[in-house]
């Protein structure tokens, strides 16, 4: 008895398909490396308009100058604030715009805030009890995300000084504690007195920040604030931290549409790819599929080969470049390698899916125009491309 | 006598080049008889070759019939034909067309794969086939480790391993040598004598057309006489 290989179906697939191993690598590659760009570009998409919610952000108002976010607020607001049924704590939170050892911009932000109000109002930053109590104690004491203070390698008990850019002069505070747990470890807290003192005692604060007490007082809270400072000097807008981020997102201007495009032009691209190379993997292959149909292959079956070779290329190209981009952003350090731009960056089942569809049309797609021509393909006319 | 094989009647093909009108076969007429060995001779452009594609069934003639086994080929569609072809016809060409990433055995079983044959009957057939002609020791070899001659072989092999009654042969010959076209032709001629296979040969060359047990010439695609 004969020992031989008997061929399947697969088989001869997955041969025709490595026929050509460096074209295989490189239509695989290209795939893999579009897909992943689509992946991290909608990753990004979702960072930056879908900002992950903090922990108490359900119960959390921001209340901001109503005629824009650069207005200050008189500090006096403050007391009428906290007399509002429903609010459980208040605190300013005043943009300083410091720049840290004269870098040409600031990687992180600066914020001037009540030490006292730290923990009931963004309670979800963890630190040690030691650093809140230093935090109270000390008017030039400042708290630092852990992301910071990575990159800068400061620790508790150091100082750092930082010019404004806001306000005259510099400010030299010293890391009572470094926080963590919040969706971006990366802003330092500093006490409003301090700031207030350095200043000369303006009587102003860039916004409100405020906790209720339950969700149920969320939108009472909010009318009763607007409406006792309606036609005063300083209108304001209180609102809901999700609300309040998602106008802030809506600066940065059409990010979304900057990016649907370049995602569109990326899987355009990768169509064009794909259906050329299919198309000259088939064309050089022209004579073996006329002797097919001469031994009885039928169209449909000779689709079926072109779609599943063309299907195995976007398959194996989706594998690696979504599998790629999940391994890297889920188990790398997106804060290095982003340099803190993002925080988190994470590829959701959606994101995962909307890229494998694309790699299923793009092999659906790409098997069409070659599938048509070997359709069409008399086997004479196939037979006479041999001599 | 037995019912021919191939009962060809008034078989007109007629081919448009441009706007100029080119017959092909002009009312051809032909019996072929079941264990006929037949060269079919003639000149480039002769219309041999188209004979030979509408009795495979991979062409169709402009009118007139052509019966294979009884089954008028010309009235089949697409799909009925590509199983016609299947199961009735063995083709071997001229060169040779073995897919180059598949080995011996399995350029052979690729028709088996359209049957509903379970693999040890497909290994059982292949074998047999390879055996035939003389290349079960060449089964796990690629068409590029092989010679001219046995790349013919195999492709004879994968002509019969369906056991049709009609073998088609267009200039099987055309790109060997003398030892290899010999060796070639035998097989053929074997097939005739030993499995009772029908054959049918296109060839330009005397020599081999001599190996049939009839030979018949085309010219503007007519039958001479």
Known sequence: MLHFSIVTLPTFILKNALRNKRRALLSVSSVAVSLFLLVTLQVALRELTLPPPSAGAELRVAVRNKISLTNLLPARQRTVIEKIPGVAAVSPFTWFGGRYQNEEGMSFAQFAM?????QSVFGEAKMNLDGYEKFAA???????????????HLKVGDSMTLASTVYPGSLTFHIAGIYSGTPDDRN??????????????????????LKVKCADDMAPVIKAINAAFANTSAEVRAESERNFQLGFISMLGNVKALIASISTVVVFTLVLVSASTMSMAVRERFRELAILKALGFRRRELFAFILAESFGLAVAGALLG????????????????????????????????????????????????????VARMSVVDGLKTLD | MAEPIVQIRELTKLYAQGEIQVTALDRVSLDIA???????????????STL??????????????CL????????????????????????????????????????????????QMGRAQRRRQVATALELVGLADRAKHLPRQLSGGQEQRVAIARALVTDPALIV?????????????????????????????????????????????????????????
């Open chain 2, 68 to 115: 294979v086994q009884g089954v008028d080929v010309t009235k089949l569609n697409e799909s009925q034909l590509a199983d016609w072809r299947n199961h009735n016809v063995g083709f071997i060409f001229q060169t040779f067309n073995l897919i180059p990433v598949l080995t011996a055995a399995e350029n052979v079983e690729l028709p088996l794969l359209l049957t």
């Open chain 2, 52 to 65: 030979l594609h509408i009795i495979a069934g991979v062409d169709r003639p402009t009118s007139g019939v």
């Open chain 1, 322 to 373: 979504i599998g790629g981009a999940y391994s890297l952003y889920t188990f790398g350090d997106i804060g290095k390698m982003t340099q803190g731009i993002f925080v988190s960056f994470e590829v959701t089942p959606r994101i995962m899916g909307l890229a494998g569809l694309v790699a299923v049309l793009l092999g659906v797609v790409s098997a069409l125009a070659p599938s048509l021509s």
């Open chain 1, 188 to 209: 330092m807290l500093f006490r409003q007195d301090y700031l207030d003192e350095s200043i000369g005692q303006p009587g102003y604060v860039g916004m409100w920040w």
């Open chain 1, 114 to 118: 009540d030490p006292a109000k730290l």
């Open chain 2, 34 to 48: 079941p264990g006929e060995f037949l060269s079919l001779m003639g000149p480039s452009g002769s219309g041999k």
């Open chain 1, 138 to 152: 000390a008017r030039d004491a400042c708290v630092l995300g852990k992301i910071t203070a990575d990159k800068y």
């Open chain 2, 169 to 225: 042969a267009d200039e099987p010959t055309g790109n060997l040598d003398s030892h290899s076209a010999h060796e070639v032709l035998g097989v053929l001629q074997l097939l005739r004598q030993e499995a009772g296979k029908t054959v049918i040969m296109v060839t330009h060359d005397p020599k081999a057309a001599a190996f049939g047990t009839r030979q018949i010439h085309l010219e503007k695609g007519e039958l001479l006489p």
